[in-house]
């Protein structure tokens, strides 16, 4: 579910012989039992398709908060965390029942700025499948808003109900 949620369409996996060396026919057992596709397959490499892989950006149910990077990392390993319907992030935010239809549209994505468009029907939560990073600011209809840093890696928004213009820079 984790690697959905970070929006991982394609997982490289190297065959291994029994010892683990390079070059056998043995695949991660775990890639073998997930619902992956084999997409290309050679001697020493198959590339699987994730078919459950997130969009870039989406909207969650509910956001919690946590005191501790150990608490957050405990929620995020919890078997009963689903990061398409919650994100988690360290801080004082606990929100539920938000608005996960709407409608997410890029009008602009490159390595310094990006800018989408939202509309939904009432506050929501928009965690963006970019890895987070300290520096970047963020605008949500032209007003400076917090960027958050959600389950351990990626950006979290909070979006106003309506129609939003949100810029990131």
Known sequence: KYLDSLNVKYLLAVKRDE?????GNT???KLKKA???KVFEDKTTVVFLNPNASNRAYFVEKVNSYDSDIDLVKRLEDPDFDPKKE???IGDKHLEDLAVDGKIEFSKYDSNQLVLNTETQKESFLVLADTYAKGWQLKVNGKKEALYEVNGTLRGIMVPGGK???ELF
């Open 19 to 23: 010892e683990g060396s390079i070059g």
């Open 27 to 29: 695949i991660n057992a």
């Open 35 to 37: 619902n992956y596709q």
């Open 87 to 89: 994100a988690v992030l």
């Open 164 to 166: 939003s213009y949100i």
